[in-house]
């Protein structure tokens, strides 16, 4: 399993970004993914996640509203579009998978795999 995942930079307060999360070696069909963050001093934590069975989406509560998780299947890449960005979303975003249905709770770390992370920076 591996898991690439991009797109992150640096973004005034209120602007926009999306973040893509390649996955080789599995396919989304069988695997949930899920997006996790981590900001300087803090715990990894989960913010959105995609089942793999219905494409069904799940977020917490800090970022409802703003971001949004897509798939593309035929691409085997996951999406997070992130507007509305502020300047506590600054962190570094990972991408993690899990067979079948997301681990319970999704929002803990306890997933199979995980991807690199990518920088987001949210700063006038």
């Known amino acids: 399993v591996q898991l690439q995942a991009s797109g992150g930079g640096l973004v005034q307060p209120g602007g926009s970004l999306t973040l893509s999360c390649a996955a080789s070696?599995?396919?989304?069909?069988?695997?949930?993914i899920g997006w996790f963050r981590q900001a300087p001093g803090k715990e990894r934590e989960g913010i959105s996640c995609?089942?793999?069975?219905?494409?069904?989406?799940y977020y917490v509560d800090s970022v409802k509203g703003r971001f949004t998780i897509s798939r593309d299947i035929a691409k085997n890449t996951v999406y997070l579009q992130m507007n509305s960005l502020e300047p506590e979303d600054t962190a570094v975003y990972y991408c993690?998978?899990?067979?079948?249905?997301?681990?319970?709770?999704?929002?803990?770390?306890?997933?199979?795999?995980w991807g690199q992370g990518t920088q987001v920076t949210v700063s006038s």
């Open positions: 993690a998978s899990d067979p079948g249905d997301p681990p319970v709770p999704w929002y803990g770390t306890n997933w199979y795999g």
């Open positions: 070696g599995i396919t989304l069909d069988d695997y949930a």
């Open positions: 995609i089942s793999s069975s219905d494409g069904s989406a």
